[in-house]
């Protein structure tokens, strides 16, 4: 091992999770060994200069996307209150705050991860294009969305015309747009409604198809919801809305009594589905689907109550539902069932010419790091297959779901003909979804403090979310949580089945809550975010009600302002 380079802490990532872990990890711990690694060029994730397409912003508005202990201010980035964020000054802000914050010079960029080993003994050896490193603690923050999903196409040898990605759009929007005069688009994600509106307004017609076999297009909401108009990003933020979201580990937020009459008792349930109702209604009518026939195919199939970080914003600076009903963007209900020479072919027996085609079809739910050898992803908690029936666990934590939620049992039809789409490659998608303690530590490894997980969680409250992970993690790691300091002597702080039993328990709830999301592969919420805080700042030690009075904090929306500091309190807590 004498050859290896040698680390205290490797990151893998450099988004918004790697960063804020790096971040926060020096503040506490300031002479460890850290090191970054990330296979793109420039920093950011998602945000990176060279995934940034046309017109990408954030879902969410200035004042509820930064990190609380670095301002992306309405002077400094050129933006303004109450709007979407350009990606561009997302990525400038990320820079900004590496800088900042001394993390530049340990990133190594296009740095790829060949494998990671566990060493006998203690630590991980992460072969990198660049060298091989020990680290004594991994953190893996490379995010649910690294590895494109790339479907098989009977007849792609033949197309003669570019077929990529979403994730490509950066570099082929200015490609393609060059010579082409229509593009094909599959897919009915927030990223297909992107690259719809790029090439639509470039002056190239759209052919947009949305699988009849697939779940269908995804809810988009107007900036301003409800009767109210209230900003969305700051809605799903308000305490006392939050109550009204069925929520396993809601209670950690101190209402838990408040939370059993709304999901217990025939009045509560009426109050929470009368919530959703308006909110789904509101939605549906402001964006005015059933006024034209076009439009209409964009309806979302299934009830906003059971989808989850897949709501998104109309964030376009021009009326994207325009563009349908000008005929710019034609949308097609049916599957694509071969390619021909620049034809699409479809199931319902249309053809569509198309010069290139744009595949919007999501991600691979799983770290695009190999863990050597093969056969490990059950005990580090990632999603894997089997053709085993579930544990008994599993059946005690579905019971415990229904018996305290029982509006979840009543399920919604998703579509019935649903088929998944199959892999370019033909790898087979898992079939066990990710469990993690937290959703950040393999619960086998949960008393060895050497390896975790950052952004494995979807949700629209991203920045409130990483810092409470990298803090928490950093207490992890050093042993200073609460429950370590209340440990007997000699003790183990974890119990490993309690551990196991609540992380079953946790992603089983997803599973059950968010159906119409991706809840059965990872924790995809909307909700639920803010209790997911407060349970984390609750294993810290630290307060979690943190408005300045009681009527704020059951109406004002949590936002990145009301965790700053968090660092600090915590060092006070132990000292």
């Given at each position: 091992m004498a050859d290896m380079e040698e680390a205290d802490l490797v990151i893998i990532g450099a988004g918004w999770n790697g960063l804020c872990m790096a971040k926060t990890y020096l503040e506490v711990n300031p002479q460890t060994r850290l090191v970054i690694l990330d296979s793109q060029a420039t920093i950011g994730g998602v945000w990176a200069k060279e995934r940034l397409y046309p017109?990408?912003?954030t879902n969410n508005t200035l004042g509820s996307f930064a990190y609380s202990d670095f301002p992306l201010d309405e002077k400094t980035f050129n933006v303004k209150a109450g709007q979407p964020i350009p990606g561009e000054v997302v990525y400038e802000y990320l820079y900004k705050y590496a800088q900042n914050f001394d993390i530049l010079r340990r990133i190594r960029f296009n740095t790829k991860v060949d494998s990671v080993e566990r060493k006998y003994g203690g630590g991980w050896i992460i072969k990198n294009s660049e060298n091989t490193i020990l680290a004594q603690k991994l953190v893996v923050s490379t995010g649910l969305t690294s590895t494109p999903f790339m479907p098989a196409f009977a007849g792609s040898e033949s197309f003669h015309a570019p077929i990529f990605h979403a994730k490509f759009l950066h570099d082929k929007v200015p490609e393609v747009s060059k010579t082409a005069k229509n593009v094909v688009i599959l897919g009915g994600s927030k990223?297909?409604?992107?690259?719809?509106?790029?090439?639509?307004?470039?002056?190239?017609?759209?052919?947009?198809?949305?699988?009849?076999?697939?779940?269908?297009?995804?809810w988009m909401a107007p900036p301003l919801v409800t009767p109210l108009k209230k900003r969305l990003d700051l809605l799903v933020g308000v305490r006392f809305l939050t109550w009204l979201s069925?929520?396993?580990?809601?209670?950690?937020?101190?209402?838990?009594g408040i939370r059993k009459f709304l999901h217990t008792t025939w009045f509560g349930r009426f109050l929470v589905d009368t919530f959703f109702k308006i909110l789904a209604g509101d939605v549906l009518a402001l964006n005015g689907y059933d006024k034209h026939p076009e439009t209409k195919k964009l309806k979302p199939w299934t009830h906003a109550f059971w989808v989850a970080s897949s709501l998104s914003i109309l964030n376009y600076p021009t009326d994207f539902f325009q563009l349908v009903r000008d005929g710019k963007i034609k949308v097609h209900i049916a599957d694509i069932t071969n390619l021909s020479p620049k034809t699409v072919h479809l199931s319902n027996g249309g053809s569509l010419h198309g010069d290139a085609l744009v595949c919007s079809t999501g991600w691979k739910h799983h770290p695009s790091i190999k863990f050597v050898p093969d056969g490990q992803d059950e005990k580090l908690g990632l999603p894997f297959n089997s053709t085993a029936s579930d544990d008994a666990l599993v059946k005690k934590a579905d019971e415990q779901i229904l018996r305290d939620f029982p509006r979840l049992a009543d399920q919604p039809v998703l579509n019935k003909h649903y088929k998944p789409l199959e892999a370019d490659d033909h790898d087979k998608a898992p079939n066990r979804p990710y469990r993690l303690y937290h959703f950040m530590v393999p619960p086998a490894y949960i008393n060895d403090r050497s390896i975790a997980y950052t952004g494995m969680m979807m949700s629209i409250h991203v920045s409130h979310v990483v810092q409470a992970q990298a803090l928490w993690l950093t207490a992890y790691f050093s042993g200073r949580l609460k429950s370590d300091l209340e440990a007997p002597k000699g003790g183990q702080a974890f119990d490993e089945e309690k551990v196991k039993w609540e992380t079953i328990l946790h992603s089983q709830f997803c599973k059950w809550r968010y159906p119409g999301g991706h809840g059965d592969r990872y924790p995809d919420v909307v909700f639920d975010a803010i209790p997911f805080i407060d349970m984390l700042l609750r294993d810290l030690g630290l307060k979690f009600r943190r408005k300045d009075s009681q009527w704020k904090e059951y109406t004002s929306p949590y936002v990145p302002?009301?965790?700053?500091?968090?660092i600090d309190e915590w060092r006070v807590q132990n000292a």
């Open positions: 017109g990408l912003k990223s297909a409604y992107d690259a719809a509106y790029a090439f639509a307004t470039n002056g190239i017609t759209v052919d947009w198809v949305i699988r009849e076999s697939g779940t269908g297009p995804v069925p929520c396993i580990w809601g209670a950690n937020d101190g209402f838990g302002e009301d965790y700053k500091g968090l």
